[in-house]
């Protein structure tokens, strides 16, 4: 009996048949507002660039790769609904993979960089498997444990310059492409690819039936578990993705600055990550790109002005979560709806 | 064969006895009633047959298979599924999302983190066919919290028959509901499958009666009596514990 029921499953699942049920509308629609804002988005991103000083060149890398580290956080507190404290953390073991892999070792900056991937997913999972059973303010204790322990060991760690950190580290090889990443411009594209093909990566996961199951455990774990799901390796392994970007903009990130030190895997640094998708709008795709820009960006712009550019940046923060529902993201598509539903009025008015 | 067989389970919460050594054995197609004033111990049964609490002795075995002990998912995966007397449901997702997500519960593709899961059209087509079974196809691409409190209930209902249960235990579906969304219900739950094995756990008589063709009576954690509803109607301990004395149709 339970056998048939399978085999039916394996026969209406995989025949073309069944693809792109007409029924499914929601999902459609997503995907076609997915593929015009990413059109969108990526023209903006091609070819800014080109027409802005070298100084903002810098920052929209600092964007771009910001944007990696938000994008894994929102998939755990957007996507699974679980708020982490510690995945600077990750951000940081990204780093200093790279750092010691090609600074101290003198390994290739590509296949260090797929290092950190991979170490940072490892070790993620270790931390997700020991943390995800736990909810709520322990898992949010739990995670900012385990990265001030990581932490530490930055801190602690003499090979790697202790508190100092590392300096002159390389940035990835582009010869066999005629191309030097010393440049600016020439990294910003570089990271923007990376950007691009982790995103795409990202995006299949968050539309996938695991993506679906992650959504399900933050609307309602208890639900989850009644209608047969076992939630826990779920979230284990959303929380090893999610990381995993971490890790990746940690290796780029030291690539941007030439250097590494431990401030980057603070709490601190861990608590602006959620603020920046909270400020982007947790509940959209690229909300938390929006988030990093503007992050970035204010900060940039308020610490010019004033020491206390935190303060300010704090006070924006408020705005936002009080007055944009669904954060920047969630205030584009009220006003897209608006523009659309004003430009048909007016059609309907001629 | 016993589809369902609950063997002399007991549970204590402190020196309070909930559920003294109670027995329960269904065979497919039963419709199955358990009635009690409120504090009977009604719902820790429940939760112990559905595992979301261990029982302090005795044995559930679902088609033979001893499954005392094993989680909620694992007892869900069994071919048990349960619906909740407090709505539990995914408020900020549609009726499609969330019956979808309960049939993909139950399809090998549930652990598929690469393909996009709008391709995979038999969980839309199975969510479709449970949304119209309960009368929900109209909300169908609603969102939950949308929906009015009855439509709610059908979809209570709803999440646990898309995990295509051999026994479905129904925890007072008609808990809070209007007649109208009352006489719903009934409705509903009369075209379920025969060979569907139904656990009803339920305070309006009309819900009881109409749906379910065995009863047993529950008070203080014990077993009253039990049979077809006329035997547990006449049953004079049964009268004065719980229908009340002039009990005809008696409310709870």
Known sequence: MQETTEENWAASVDTDSSRHDPLDRTALRDQRNFLVISAIGLVVLVVAPLVVSDFYVSLLTEILIFGLL?????????????????????????????????????????????????????IAYGVGILSVRTKGVQFLLITLAFGEMFHAIAEKSRVTG?????????RIDLEFLGLDADHDRVFYFFVLACFVIAMAVL???????????????????????????TAFPYKALAFAI?????????????????????????WQMSGEALLMVIIGGSQAFFG??????????????LSDLTEAYLLFFGLLFVLVVAFFHGGLAGFAATLARRMRRGSAKQEGDQ | MSQLRVSNISKSFGALRVIDTFDLNLSAGDRHAVIGPNGAGKTTLFNMISGWIPPDTGTIEIEGLDVTGHPPEKITQSGLARS???????????VA??????????????????QPARRFGGLQQRA?????????????????RTLSYGQKRQLEVGLALACEPKILLLDEPAAGTSPAERATLVRLLTTLPDNMTLLLVEHDMDVVFGVCTQITVLNYGRVVASGTPEEVRADPEVRAAYLGESAGHGEA
């Open chain 2, 128 to 144: 479709h066919e449970i949304a119209r079974q309960m009368e929900l196809e109209d909300v169908f691409e609603n969102e939950v």
């Open chain 2, 97 to 114: 999302e969330s019956l979808r997500l309960a049939v993909q519960a139950h399809s090998p593709v549930r652990f598929n983190f690469f």
């Open chain 1, 162 to 170: 202790g508190d100092d950190g590392m300096t002159n580290i390389p």
């Open chain 2, 84 to 94: 909740f007397q407090k709505n539990t449901l995914f408020d900020g997702l549609t």
């Open chain 1, 288 to 301: 938390p790109l929006l988030g990093a820009a503007f992050y970035v960006l204010t900060k940039d712009f």
């Open chain 1, 242 to 266: 999610s990381a995993t970007l971490g890790g990746l903009a940690g290796s780029l990130w030291v690539q941007h600055g030439f250097f590494v030190n431990p401030h980057l895997m603070t």
């Open chain 1, 70 to 122: 938000v994008s894994g956080v929102n998939l755990l507190l957007g996507y699974t609904g679980l708020v982490s404290l510690g995945h600077a953390a990750f951000m940081g073991i990204g780093a200093y993979t790279t750092a010691i892999g090609t600074s101290l070792l003198d390994f290739p900056v590509w296949a260090m960089m797929i290092c950190s991937v991979l170490a940072s997913f490892l």
């Open chain 1, 203 to 229: 995006r299949r996961v968050v539309v996938s039936p695991f993506g679906r199951v992650l959504v399900g455990i933050r609307e309602n774990e208890k639900r989850m578990l009644a209608v047969g799901y």
